[in-house]
């Protein structure tokens, strides 16, 4: 056989190298959206609303914990000349890419005010391309008009982004969520209008995510961005604030820092930091699911503080006359003791604090199964919290979660870090986890029943 000239091979080999993205990004328009219901979907109604030219505006700009800790009627009731867009979705898309989006919308008048969560991912320059394809995959047109390295990242998540959604077309298993992460759950503002009673945490924290108050935990990249977009609204006559998101009193780890962090983001941006940080520190039965989501009681009590704070700034005297909740109870774990509990003979039971754990199970210690022979567990709808590392050095291979909702079980971000498990998960609650804003970050590793 004779061989192939050597420029020929070359040809076929560039052609290949070429066709492969190309295919890829047709992929990419041409299949159907899948999101649309979720969490993410609600993307497309925020980038809508940045796009109204009625009025001026007042724009929140962060992650989840905006929608999470915002009634925007009441901005409206209070301050009427402006209408409110709530512009935080998810920290996993990034802070920055939040902000580029909005650079292309902003307006003279508006008034900008940035309030990321206080972690080290939000207040850096973090983006994640597969996350953004999901959020905006009703905008394709802005995916490669942000930053170049925002816009390569996406590049490159192309080809897994279109086999997850091939995954969903082809079980006719697209995602429709009930819980309260869809995009049923947001309001005509963009902020979450489901009544949340109280803290469905834990003793009230996330363990797995506490803050840390350090000035370490700020990207100096990250401000010279925050910088540079002040820059873009000062030439539109834009005013830019920063302000501190809602803390869990009780996640807290170094709450004398506080000062020390305000006054470093104070002496690097080059613009106004609105109100006093010490009153977004709140006690943990005004939060939800996690150390910087509010329930019902928490939002009108935030909404309050941030019309006084916006009027501060606008030389505003009028009264702020919200009627503030009571401040709820913690929701303690349920006694439903029904379960698969024919092992029960194997486990000890001690007290605790005030956890009685013969009563309900609700955690277990992250080295239970180190260099143990289990390889498959069931994780019952009693536990309320799985700590990062729990199945590090364990010969687990099945992690299968049996409860019908995501939301009430808190994971970090390292649940399977130093393992090969799998997470396994029932037909009908398969899409639930894959889409939910705590498991989505687990979606590869994520196998249905």
Request: proline letters at 4%.
């Amino acid at each position: 056989m004779k061989k192939r000239p050597l420029i020929i091979t070359s040809v076929i080999t560039l052609i290949a190298l070429i066709s492969v993205p190309l295919t890829m990004d047709i992929m990419l328009y041409a299949l159907p959206n899948v999101y649309s219901d979720t969490y993410y979907g609600e993307m497309k109604d925020k980038i809508d609303l940045l796009k109204d030219k009625s009025n001026k505006r007042i724009i929140l700009i962060g992650g989840s914990s905006v929608p999470f800790s915002v009634d925007s009627h009441y901005l409206k009731q209070y301050l009427p000349d402006y209408n409110p867009i709530d512009f935080g979705l998810y920290a996993s898309l990034g802070t920055n890419m939040m902000l580029d989006i909005v650079s292309k919308y902003i307006r003279t008048d508006d008034i900008i005010i940035i309030t990321p969560e206080i972690s080290n991912q939000t207040l850096s320059m973090y983006y994640n391309g597969n996350e953004a394809l999901k959020a905006l995959e009703n905008n394709k047109d802005l995916l490669f008009n942000l930053s170049n390295k925002l816009s390569q990242s996406i590049l490159g998540a192309i080809p897994a982004f279109n086999g997850e959604k091939m995954s969903y077309i082809s079980k006719n298993n697209i995602p429709h969520p009930e819980d309260i992460y869809s995009h049923d759950s947001f309001n005509e503002y963009g902020d979450i209008k489901v009544n949340r009673e109280g803290n469905i945490l834990l003793g009230g924290v996330d363990y797995n995510n506490m803050i840390n108050l350090d000035t370490s935990i700020i990207d100096k990249n990250f401000i010279k961005y925050l910088n540079s977009f002040n820059d873009k609204c000062l030439k539109k006559s834009v005013k830019c604030y920063f302000r501190f998101s809602p803390m869990n009193d009780a996640s807290i780890i170094n709450k004398n820092n506080l000062e020390n962090l305000y006054n470093y983001l104070d002496e690097s941006l080059h613009f106004e930091i609105m109100g006093d940080p010490y009153n977004a520190v709140l006690e943990k039965e005004y939060f939800y699911d996690t150390n910087y989501h509010l329930n019902t009681s928490g939002v009108v009590k935030w909404s309050k503080q941030l019309i006084k704070d916006i009027k501060l700034t606008l030389n505003d005297s009028s009264p702020t006359n919200i009627v503030e909740l009571d401040k709820p109870d913690l929701i303690n774990p349920s006694d439903d003791k029904n379960g698969n509990n024919e092992h029960v003979h194997y486990f000890s039971y001690i007290e605790n604090g005030n956890n009685y754990f013969d009563k309900v199970i609700t955690h277990f210690k992250d080295d239970v199964f180190t260099n143990s022979n289990v390889e498959e567990i069931t994780i019952q709808s009693n536990i309320r919290m799985i700590s990062d590392y729990s199945f590090k050095d364990s010969k687990i291979k099945k992690i299968i979660i049996d409860n019908d909702y995501p939301n009430t079980i808190a994971v970090g971000d390292h649940l399977l870090d130093g393992c090969n498990a799998y997470i396994y998960i029932k037909k009908d609650n398969y899409t639930k986890y894959k889409t939910s804003y705590s498991w989505a970050k687990y979606a590869s590793r994520i196998r249905q029943l």
